[in-house]
């Protein structure tokens, strides 16, 4: 059974900003609800399957974290930046026949570089996995996760309609990909200050 706090502690991490929910948000606005379903079940795919491993793993993840913690914040908050130019990018007229959402597997292997992910799957595995089992912290997991990013992406699609003309959509992804860029630095900042 689990414990109501995880309820909580789950939904609290899933639904507020953070790298997962700006690019779903993103993708909506760019490429509509069921084109960005694939990346948003990549993503609860993969969160969930953080928290596996953490929960399999906690002690040698925990030594391995603590060793790699710089390095691992610096090639996520690299890729959060190259996300960014992405998103920026994603505006321009010339390049929208081009752009296309992240998918499955992108949305499932991005979490591998997101901290946020990483903090929250290794604090659910910390909390829960001892008295509930990895199985049902994993399901209750997706259960609670889904709704929460689910909600992104259709915000996202919902904006995207009045997005319509070109420098609204530049705008908007501009915007967006400076929000993901600050969040990177904040992250950058608090590893290593």
Not at 91 to 113: C, D, I, N
Not at 119 to 139: C, E, K, W
Request: with cysteine.
């Amino acid at each position: 059974m689990l414990d109501p706090s995880f309820f909580s502690y789950v939904t609290v991490m899933s639904i507020t900003p953070g790298p997962n929910n700006l690019m779903l948000a993103t993708s909506g606005v760019n490429f509509g609800m069921r084109r960005t379903l694939p990346m948003l079940m990549g993503i609860m795919v993969g969160c969930a399957i953080q928290t596996a491993i953490a929960g399999m793993l906690l002690e040698v993840l925990l030594q391995w974290v603590s060793a790699v913690r710089i390095p691992l914040t610096l090639l996520g908050c690299g890729y959060l930046i190259w996300l960014s130019w992405k998103i920026f990018r994603a505006g321009a007229p010339e390049l929208q026949e081009k752009a296309r959402p992240m998918t499955l597997a992108g949305g499932a292997l991005f979490q591998a570089v997101n901290p946020k992910a990483w903090l929250m799957a290794t604090n659910v595995a910390l909390m829960y996995t001892a008295d509930s089992g990895i199985l049902v912290v994993m399901v209750g997991f997706m259960v609670l996760n889904l709704p929460c990013i689910l909600i992104w992406a259709a915000l996202g699609d919902r904006l995207g309609r009045h997005l319509q003309e070109a420098w609204k959509l530049r705008l908007f992804n501009t915007v967006m990909a400076l929000s993901l860029v600050v969040t990177t630095l904040w992250m950058l900042t608090e590893a290593l200050g």
